[in-house]
């Protein structure tokens, strides 16, 4: 056999390989690989089965001169079905390792697999035991296959075997999924910490990026923001004793100095959710010890329905840097002269970070108290990674950070990623002005526009499709993406909008559509889908998906409707202080996200609602979300730029559960529930009744207020 390229192989799981006839199938599979491929399997006897639909090396045949080694091509088509399952079954009966070869295709950055679910379906018709391999190339996170050119670093790892029985699309994907998830979270990057990465992406990055602060314009260079930072993060460290600092700032230069001087103090940021109510907010100070808070003058008199603690124990930022600019300036001159590790050290920042605390966040409360959920560095450096690694934005791209940083999506997509990748920040502090906004993401040629639902819905009134120009993604999450609304936002503004799923457990990302490939020549290669309107997207890199039954935590196929469950190096360890709760949704690594769905053939995620906004009514399950959407249909609301109602459950003593509307506009109750089964719904998702209210409550993250809507609900009746 010819000299393979120079690379470093690492082969994981290959004893789980049957010793019998298999069938191996990878997720991709390019020439190179093969080649190494080969030297792992060096005492089995292989057969490739060549996918003849791209273009292979002509030299792959001298390449594998084993007399053990043969080939034959498989062309798709029902005439060729049989033969092959025939040719399949007489190789595995003679003990043969058949890897399957996948063709190219055109795919984005950052996809599962290349090989098409039509494809994967008739192969795992074959009827023989199969193992997934899932191939990997670490050092290539964000550059897509087709690109690669030469690969110092390649992973192979053969997951569970499936045998003939189960050998079927949804166990092969689940199977591929939690390997692929083992490959991930093995990354050296993960055990990095979270300051020294912010260090890196700072040096590196800062020239060419900046913070644009548009609440005031002032643009600030990522290289002197950090030296600020540095120079501020020493003055933190002298303030208090505690581990955690206390946050309260909205999204803007000040916030990313904050949060930055934070960890570079060896200390944990903890950004407060200044919308909440009282009680919410003076519980998630006590859980967290905190005793210095972090914030700005102008903040404290414009936010006077905040319960603001102490004067004695707030930092006001805008007075305190200004007395540290010559320490500021002495770090600027030695975070260019010295190497992030130098730098480091200096700081005291240390390197590696794993599994201990970096930041902690409160879940946003919208269906009980706030829980404080504890994110390591290893949890925010891999979401970091995986969400990178799937949006592909380079130095000269611009991101609208605009969500509260106390939002975990705001947090990680638009306070970490831009320092750590080196995505220029353009900081607005009022997510609902949609007006300045619009007019910020036009001026300032932004690319990214992260925002919810509800947000979404002020751009709708507010923007022109000019000012959506520049917009490469418009990404939403938080919340379910009415479909109308997705609808609506593309005709109106000329922007798809790309539903996203994730939850601050998940640190927040786990899945994401994304704008499928566009090839760039007629060479008739298959498009692997990379969006699908319903659906939340395809899991990002790293992240293994099991469905169960929401009842008895039975196994179930992902095709089938279930609880999600989620494992992957971006889900917490646990709530802070509070082990009952976490050994609620934590089972063997396994993050229960309480949420009903399933998954398509492709891959799709698809929520069907919360299974807090499920209802049991005459034993069916009753999903709050899908009866919104029929309400909305029939009273024409389904296109509105606000929400205009929300329905939520109360006991009901003859069926075990009663839906109750909340309506921000008039509703006939009698006229409703005639519309509602003359299109086909069922009697059990009828409304009992109605409450109108003046506006829907909505969280500061634009999600549904939930416990407010409950609260309501349950006073009417």
Known sequence: MANAPSSKTEVIGIEQLPKD??????NQLSFQDLLHLEQCLDERKITFLIDR????????????????VSAFEFERGEDHQEPFRKELTERVSKGEAIVFVPSHAHVCAGQLTRVPSAVLKFLLSGGAPVTPLFVDHPEETRLSIESRSHTECMVFAFGKPLEREAANLANYRESLLAVGEEVFSRRPILKMSLPYALLKGLKKHGGATKVIDGN????????????????????IKKATDQPRVGIVLPPGRAGVVANLAVLLAGKIPVNLNFTAGDKAVTSSIAQAGLDRFITADPFVRKMTRFNWPPNKQLIYIERTLPTLKKRATRWFVLSKLLPARLLAMLLGVPTKGGDKEAVLLFTSGSAGDPKGVVLTHQNLLANVNQFGARIDLSSTDRVLACLPLFHSFGCTVTLWYPMIEGVTMVTYPNPLDANTLAELIYKHHANLILATPTFLR????????????????VVTGAEKLPLKIAETF??????????GYGLTETSPVSNVNLPDPVPDRED?????PNRRLGSVGQPIPGVAVRITDPNTDRPMSLHESGMIWLRGPNIFGGYLNQPAKTDEVIKDGWFRTGDI???????????EGRLSRFSKIGGEMVPHETVEDEIGKVLGLDSESERKLAVVGVPDESKGEALILISSVG????????????????????????????????LASGKLDIKSCESIAREEV
Do not use: C
């Open 21 to 26: 006839g298999v069938f191996v199938i990878p």
């Open 53 to 68: 639909h791209g273009e292979y090396d002509p030299l792959l045949q001298a390449h594998l001169n084993r007399e053990e």
């Open 216 to 235: 005031d314009g002032e643009e600030v260079r990522f290289d002197r923001l950090l030296a600020g930072a540095i120079a501020f993060s020493e003055y």
């Open 458 to 473: 002020g751009y709708l009134r507010k923007a022109t499709p000019k000012q959506f120009e520049s917009a490469k993604l």
């Open 490 to 499: 593309e005709k109106k503004l000329g922007k798809p909008v790309l539903e």
């Open 524 to 528: 008739g290669l298959p498009v692997l």
């Open 597 to 607: 769905g399933r998954m398509d053939e492709d891959g799709f995620l698809y929520i």
């Open 667 to 698: 509703v006939d109750l009698t006229e409703l529930r005639y519309r509602l089964l003359q299109n086909g719904v069922s009697n059990l998702w009828v409304p009992k009744k109605v409450v109108e209210v003046e506006e829907i409550p909505t």
